[in-house]
């Protein structure tokens, strides 16, 4: 029996989205979007040019900060999704530091719908072969050597682990003191 590999990989991630992530973020407002869950916390701060930008350190803290939602659901959007969306089917001009992260929870969701969508649409296009292709030349170069599948297969799990913290920095927020 044949398997359609590229069909199981998508259906993995389908499944999260459709049952998990998406409902999740049903009614993300700008508050909790920002919510600082801990002091020192990593947020998404607009700069003096008026570009939102993620909070990070190099080398990174040990242990690393509690980060906002703003944060997680930019560094889905931008690092997970539209970032590899542009490197692997797209013009390889995306970058970190060139990319507006979204400064508010309706930019966020808006741009997170759009750029799974988009990856989905370009995995689907994949076929065994292309699954089994070397990533080559790429934004994060410990992908190169990999196969394709590898690197979709990650951005399945950044997916949902990162999906799975946003939600219980929901929880979190909900079950915290009365918010004015």
Known sequence: ?????TGEVLAQLQ?????????????LTDAEYHWLPAPGAWTVREGEDGRYRPDSAVPEPEPPPVTTIAWRLGHLVVDVLETRVNWHFGDRTYTRESVNWPGDAAEAKQRLRHAYE?????IQGLDEDGLAAQVGGTEARQWEDFPMVALVLHVNREIIHHGAEIALLRDLYRAGPARS
């Open 15 to 27: 499944f999260y989205w459709e049952y998990s992530l998406w409902p999740r973020l049903e009614g």
């Open 118 to 122: 988009t990856w989905s649409e370009n």
């Open 1 to 5: 029996m044949a398997v359609n590999w």
